[in-house]
């Protein structure tokens, strides 16, 4: 038996097959949940290839900065799951790649505007629309997923540190208000992983680098480890945990940082 056997999970952000989104999917599955997915109009034929592998065919099309198109979804998954949701898997973050690079403080509003509702308002949105689908179920759980350029300076990361640290804020402020209703919300703090958007950070391969030769564990972190840290968190293994982040890389949080900011990125 499975963890999470009977469970329906929603799974939002699988861009392709080096996905974080697309580890964790792999993993519920293997512990017996049933998927439905969430993608850009753009994406859905390269997904629907994905989604076979785990026995899935709902493939819903999404636009986040559209409101409407959340709340569609969350209404077809009501349909498709018979009213319940049990796990929300939120993997979705973005910002113009020119207000990544160079320094934080040409930062554009609409660059700001953009990275912040994305992939941080995104999750509000979500778990406002998965709530009463939740509550249909007697609870359930949502993991979103941050990194710890939201807590201390990545150079190259600029404005998805602002939205990662929104991000985590906003775990905390929806599990104090889903928690009577025996919603759970965490995230998980991936460590460096060689994914489509990690490849977007100026010299990510020193961060990789990094954490091999530094980190207590010495080694890099793999979709498998991220899978089951988020089967843990979706399933009754996890029933006190909620508004945390938990750190999954090879023990890098624990160490105080070197700096990187002025020894490999300063001219």
Not at 32 to 49: D, I, Q, S, W, Y
Not at 76 to 91: C, E, P, Q, T, Y
Request: proline letters at 3%; glycine letters at 8%.
């Amino acid at each position: 038996m499975g963890l999470l056997d009977g469970k329906n999970a929603l799974i939002c952000g699988v861009a392709n097959k080096k996905s974080i989104a697309w580890g964790i999917a792999q993993a519920l599955h293997a512990h017996g949940a049933r998927l439905g997915f969430t993608c850009l109009e753009n994406n859905v034929h390269r997904l629907n290839k994905l989604a076979s592998q785990v026995n899935s065919d709902i493939i819903i099309p999404c636009d986040v900065r559209k409101e409407n198109d959340i709340a569609h979804a969350l209404n077809k998954v009501s349909a498709v799951f018979d009213g319940k949701l049990d796990i929300l898997i939120h993997a979705i973050a973005y910002a113009d790649i020119n207000d990544l690079g160079g320094e934080f403080i040409s930062i554009s509003k609409s660059g700001w505007s953009l990275a912040l509702e994305v992939s941080a308002y995104s999750l509000i949105a979500f778990a406002r629309y998965a709530r009463p689908l939740m509550n249909a179920t007697g609870g359930g759980s949502i993991i979103t997923l941050t990194f710890s350029g939201g807590e201390s300076v990545t150079p190259g990361y600029n404005i998805m540190g602002i939205a990662k640290a929104a991000l985590n804020m906003s775990v905390r402020y929806l599990a104090y208000d889903l928690g009577p209703e025996n919603i759970r919300i965490n995230a998980i703090s991936a460590g460096p992983i060689s994914t489509i958007s990690s490849m977007a950070v100026e010299k990510f391969d020193i961060f990789l680098r990094m954490v091999e030769e530094c980190s207590p564990l010495l080694r890099n972190i793999t979709l498998e480890d991220l899978g089951g840290t988020a089967v843990y968190l979706a399933s009754h293994l996890s029933n006190s945990v909620t508004g945390t982040v938990i750190y999954v890389d090879s023990g890098t949080n624990i160490l105080d940082p070197p700096s990187i900011a002025h020894r490999r990125f300063k001219k």
